[in-house]
C-alpha cells in the first residue's frame, strides 16, 4: 500500500480553511463577538490573552491548552469565572484549539 504524504505547508492550508467554521460553529454559541452574555465577548478575552501573551505562539498555547483542560487557577479571568462559572470541557482536541485560537488571534473582530 502507498502512503500518501502531504506538505506541512498543505495541512496548515486545510486548517486556515476550516478555523473560521471550527470557531463560529462552536465559539459564538457561548462567546458574542461584541457583548458578554452567557461568558465573556470574544473581544475581551481576546484583549486579556493578548495583553497576558502578546507573541502569537504564546497566545495560541495558553489559549488553547486552558480551554482543553480550564481551570480556575490559570484561568486570565476569575472575574468572569465568579460571573459566568468555569467553561466546561469540551470535546475538542489541542490541535483543533490551536486552529481555533490561532484564528482568534489572527481576526481583527473590529471590521466584522
Not at 506541512?8 to 478555523?19: G, I, P, Q
Not at 475581551?44 to 480550564?70: C, G, N, Q
Request: charge should be neutral; glycine fraction near 0%; include cysteine.
Amino acid at each position: 500500500m502507498k502512503k500518501l504524504f502531504l506538505p506541512l505547508f498543505a495541512l496548515s492550508l486545510y486548517a486556515d480553511v476550516n478555523a473560521p467554521l471550527y470557531f463560529n460553529g462552536n465559539c459564538t454559541t457561548c462567546h458574542e463577538i461584541n457583548r458578554t452574555v452567557s461568558a465573556p465577548s470574544v473581544k475581551e478575552f481576546k484583549s486579556r490573552y493578548l495583553d497576558a501573551f502578546p507573541k502569537k505562539k504564546d497566545f495560541i498555547r495558553y489559549m488553547s491548552t486552558w480551554v482543553h483542560k480550564p481551570k480556575q487557577e490559570t484561568s486570565l479571568m476569575h472575574d468572569a469565572i465568579a460571573k459566568h462559572e468555569i467553561m466546561p470541557e469540551l470535546a475538542f482536541d489541542l490541535p483543533t484549539l490551536k486552529i481555533i485560537a490561532e484564528y482568534i488571534y489572527q481576526t481583527d473582530f473590529e471590521q466584522n
